[in-house]
């Protein structure tokens, strides 16, 4: 290593799990930014845009997650998606799992930040 090298550690098991939550009226409702990992989860909750404007995304996924039967509505505005997707802090495309989430009344379901991000994912067939 030299100088001005990055160097990541994570572990391949982030354990992180967040389930049965309303987040409503935020302006940044969800932000996923850590590696995550295949038992990182987001599930069962409501994420709706309530009278906040500007809002860009619903959720923001910048690492390895489970998106799996939640619920998002309202983010309507121009320019505004249900998920937005990243790729990791060193660039990989990550192989997130989106199932059975239910997107209604947004402007569009998915935005990515780098074309192939969306494809990348793993979706059981609901792509």
């Not at 967040?18 to 990182?40: E, F, K, M, Q, R």
């Not at 987001?42 to 845009?49: E, G, P, S, Y």
Request: positive net charge.
């Amino acid at each position: 290593m030299k100088v001005g090298d990055r160097f990541e550690v994570f572990p391949p098991l982030a354990n992180w799990r967040i389930h049965g939550n309303s987040l409503s009226g935020c302006l940044h409702p969800v932000v996923l930014d850590s590696y995550g990992s295949a038992t990182s989860s987001f599930a069962q909750n409501t994420v709706t845009r309530g009278d906040t404007s500007g809002c860009k995304a619903a959720i923001e996924v910048h690492g390895t997650f489970q998106l799996t039967g939640n619920r998002i509505y309202g983010f309507d505005e121009a320019g505004a998606v249900a998920l937005s997707l990243y790729p990791d802090a060193i660039g990989r495309a990550c192989r997130s799992l989106y199932q059975g989430n239910t997107i209604a009344r947004c402007s569009a379901a998915v935005g990515e930040s780098r074309r192939g991000l969306w494809m990348a994912a793993r979706t059981d067939g609901e792509r």
